[in-house]
């Protein structure tokens, strides 16, 4: 079974800020880790994806999260927060296998405040 | 490429009544996805096909839900007497063969139960 876990319900920072969105993640084999946005009564834009590689992974809108293996992590940062980044944000994970259906965490809100 | 598409965007029904959602992938993308999205959630796996076979099904899919992929075009997603619990967002996405690398969800249909 897979799992992701996002131990934030939300997250505030002030623009201009660095942030931070946490992830972790369980998968049987090697994970396919992926992080989305959301907008209030839209559907699910596509950030960035780890499939393998380079552990820093960079991403849209000048997004990037790191992929690490030990602690089984892969948070989103982003050096300088800017208030249209406040959204709503979810980590997931897929194992490539079982038609790489996506397992979600139930969402980070981001609130950037001027 | 105009993306997914959902019709229609929102959708409120009474108790008891059938509802049908349509989703139009991204023309060249084999597999496509359902997803169902409640308040505070992360969106759960419903269902997936590739082309016309449907391969996948969560038990979140009970006997009066039933999804169709007809050609392997459009995708239906038909909810018979419907409940007051089918309230929720349905999304759609669809995916390449390297469906590993992420997919395209589209805007998504909410559906109001009342």
Redesign the interface.
């Known amino acids: 079974a897979q799992s992701?876990a996002q131990p934030e319900d939300q997250v505030n920072v002030a623009e201009g800020n660095p942030l931070t969105v946490k992830c972790t993640y369980s998968v049987s084999g090697n994970p396919?880790l992926?992080w989305?946005v959301q907008y209030p009564?839209?559907?699910?834009?596509?950030l960035l994806?780890y499939?393998t590689g380079d552990n820093l992974v960079k991403g849209s809108y000048g997004f990037e999260a790191e992929f690490n293996k030990s602690q089984t992590s892969f948070h989103l940062k982003k050096p300088s927060a800017l208030v249209s980044d406040s959204a709503l944000y979810?980590c997931?994970v897929?194992w490539?296998g079982?038609?790489?259906?996506?397992?979600?965490?139930?969402?980070t809100q981001l609130k950037v405040e001027l | 490429d105009t993306g997914?598409s959902?019709n229609p965007r929102h959708k409120i029904t009474k108790r008891g009544q059938n509802v049908t959602f349509r989703c139009d992938p991204i023309s060249e993308h084999n597999?496509l996805?359902w997803y169902r999205q409640t308040l505070?959630?992360?969106?759960?796996?419903l269902t997936?096909f590739?082309n016309e076979a449907q391969?996948?099904k969560s038990r979140l899919l009970s006997d009066r839900f039933s999804a169709e992929r007809p050609k392997g075009s459009f995708s239906t997603l038909e909810i018979q007497r419907t409940e007051q619990g089918d309230s929720a967002m349905y999304?759609c996405?669809s995916?390449g063969r390297d469906?590993?690398?992420?997919?395209?969800?589209?805007?998504?249909t909410?559906l109001t139960v009342v």
């Open positions: 992701v396919y992926f989305y009564n839209r559907g699910l834009q596509f994806k499939i979810f997931a897929s490539g079982g038609g790489n259906k996506l397992t979600f965490g139930t969402g | 997914v959902q597999r996805y505070g959630q992360g969106p759960e796996f997936y590739q391969l996948e999304l996405a995916g469906a590993n690398y992420g997919y395209t969800f589209g805007s998504g909410r």
